[in-house]
């Protein structure tokens, strides 16, 4: 008579136990490998943009395409799957439909006037600027100038490609960050007002399409 | 000889130095930045002294 009782509270019972393990090394390991689950996850996901960004400019294949290997390469360096990797590439270059993430910089100014770009690559641009925006003000710095803002390039909507949001981005520069004058290591382009100076690059991968 | 990083970046002909506070709020932005979602890469032209990178990276 008292086993079917046992058998009823059989659930409760155990989610009672369930929290007085509390203090067990299971769940000390467990909470701890949320975190890094959380981590490792964030970091892939970082990753998986680039990948797919540097397929779908300049192709899957790594050997004819400079920025996808580099990417590859890195994502290897934190030790994400391959074949996360491969289905990052897969959904880029497949043309199916997915969240089309697009590549914005963003401009904006730090503690002491330092100059900061910061590089996103987004699904929805009004979060992100919002979220940079919110995390400038609230140390020290500002974003640089509404006009560099999506609300510009907005009308740039239809375009995946990360020359034309770029391109957008940089003509768009405010003169006091326009004396900041930025090159590529690689190039070294002297014009940097006019075109982004890493377009030669761009142009030769799609080249190599 | 083996390659131990490759990297297309940005770097700033000019920069900007800054006093201790400075550099760790800065730094401390930059890490806020980086963690954000959307975030790929966050460049800034600041010149931190070499002691106190060391005595934060360390």
Redesign the interface.
Known sequence: MIAPDVGGWGGPVGAILGLMSGHSKWSQIKRQKGANDVKRG?VF??MG??ISLAARAGGGDPDGNF?LR?AI?RARATNMPLDTIKRAIEKATGGGEGAQFE?ITYEGY?????????????D?KN??AA??RS??TK???QLAAPEASPGSSSSAASSHSPRAATRKSWSSLPSMLAR???????IRSRSTRSRPS?RP?ADRSRRLV | MKIES?????????T?E??ES?AR??L???D??E????????????EIPEALLAEVGG
């Open positions: 964030a996901t970082k943009r680039e920025r580099l390469e590549e730090g503690p002491g006037g330092v100059a900061i770009l910061v590089e996103t690559a987004t929805n979060r992100t979220e940079i995390v400038l140390h020290g710095g900041t004058t930025w090159t590529h290591q690689a890493w690059c | 490759a990297d297309l970046s940005m770097i700033p002909k000019n900007v800054l006093d400075k709020q800065a401390r932005l930059v806020i930045l963690d954000g979602e959307d975030v790929q890469r966050v460049t800034a032209n600041f």
